[in-house]
């Protein structure tokens, strides 16, 4: 089982950048393929981009390619969603998300909010 716990999100003016982490619990962090989802009210939980267990593919939503970077760090057990160029459209919770087979797991979410 993995356990995963967000931190990073915060309030941005629009053309900032924020960096957000995913810890993940567990020895077997490199078997899992990661990814950031989020959710704005009203909204669908969709996918914002996804990082391969070994880091070297990777996939983002049309709404953030060029803007958003996915990274991982086995060693630390950690996930990053380096954000540039934030839009007020980019204001959500986001959420991490490990995958292994039918194993699915999420964290709490974290609040991104970027004001115009």
């Known amino acids: 089982q993995v356990q995963l716990v967000e931190s990073g999100g915060g309030l941005v003016q629009a053309g900032g950048s924020l960096r957000l982490s995913c810890a993940a619990s567990g020895r077997t962090f490199s078997s899992y393929a990661m990814g950031w989802f989020r959710q704005a009210p009203g909204k669908e939980r969709d996918i914002v981009a996804a990082i391969s267990r070994s880091g070297v593919s990777t996939y983002y939503a049309d709404s953030v390619k060029g803007r958003f970077s996915i990274s991982r760090d086995t060693g630390r057990n950690k996930v990053y969603l380096q954000m540039n160029s934030l839009k007020s459209e980019d204001t959500a919770v986001y959420y991490c998300?490990?995958?292994?087979?039918?194993?699915?797991?999420w964290g709490q979410g974290t609040q991104v909010t970027v004001s115009s």
């Open positions: 998300n490990a995958v292994l087979g039918s194993a699915n797991y």
